[in-house]
T-cell receptor, first 113, second 113 residues
Framework: NAGVMQNPRHLVRRRGQEARLRCSPM?????VYWYRQLPEEGLKFMVY????????ESGMPKERFSAEFPKEGPSILRIQQVVRGDSAAYFC???????????FGQGTRLTVV | KQEVTQIPAALSVPEGENLVLNCSFTDSAIYNLQWFRQDPGKGLTSLLLIQSSQREQTSGRLNASLDKSSGRSTLYIAASQPGDSATYLCAPAGGTSYGKLTFGQGTILTVHP
């Protein structure tokens, strides 16, 4: 049973470009969470999704960031018009339900140049 | 809003010592609490999950306790080894934060031979 898969592992984008980060949850998991870890800071919640629904996006920046978890395929975190301050490690986690263990992927390290 | 504090921020010990890592959280209405370890440049590895109804959970040399009413959890590491060196993160889930995990800043543990 493969774990949570994130790709790419490393992503370099120039300022103004778009970044797309993908997350395939563990088999059987329908709850996906995205977290961001800025340099020298802790992990911060961004968004919580279930299949085709955004449950909680209270941690998402108001502009340029969006997330989806379609019926088929991975969850996508999309950052439009990236700026240097978006450089961070983005982690995805999945779980089978609200009260169950969350498993994390290896993260995508985004560098904006 | 859930806030998590971990003490100490850093810990350096010789191999073989028994360790105590502390975590406190402000919102006691949680579903569960997870302890993770994070190695430099890597993702998070789940160590233990304690349900809100449990008092403790054990896995190998690790034991985690939970006092939900006082908002505290403690991770005990027995007979520490150099391979235990990592950042340890405490993350309560749920309560007013719904299903998401809220992370502390972590305890950076170094075990030297």
């Amino acid at each position: 049973n493969a774990g949570v898969m994130q790709n790419p592992r490393h992503l370099v984008r120039r300022r103004g470009q778009e970044a797309r980060l993908r997350c395939s949850p563990m088999k059987g998991h329908s709850h996906v969470y995205w977290y961001r870890q800025l340099p020298e800071e802790g992990l911060k919640f961004m968004v919580y999704l279930q299949k085709e629904n955004i449950i909680d996006e209270s941690g998402m920046p108001k502009e340029r960031f969006s997330a989806e978890f379609p019926k088929e395929g991975p969850s996508i975190l999309r950052i439009q018009q990236v700026v240097r301050g978006d450089s961070a490690a983005y982690f995805c986690a999945s779980s089978g339900g609200l009260n169950t263990e969350a498993f994390f992927g290896q993260g995508t390290r985004l560098t904006v140049v | 809003k859930q806030e998590v504090t971990q003490i100490p921020a850093a810990l350096s010990v010789p191999e073989g010592e028994n360790l105590v890592l502390n975590c406190s959280f402000t919102d006691s209405a949680i579903y569960n609490l997870q302890w993770f370890r994070q190695d430099p440049g890597k993702g998070l590895t789940s160590l233990l999950l304690i349900q809100s109804s449990q008092r403790e959970q054990t896995s190998g040399r690790l034991n985690a306790s939970l006092d939900k009413s006082s908002g505290r959890s403690t991770l005990y590491i027995a007979a520490s080894q150099p391979g235990d060196s990592a950042t340890y993160l405490c993350a309560p889930a749920g309560g007013t934060s719904y299903g998401k995990l809220t992370f502390g800043q972590g305890t950076i543990l170094t075990v030297h031979p």
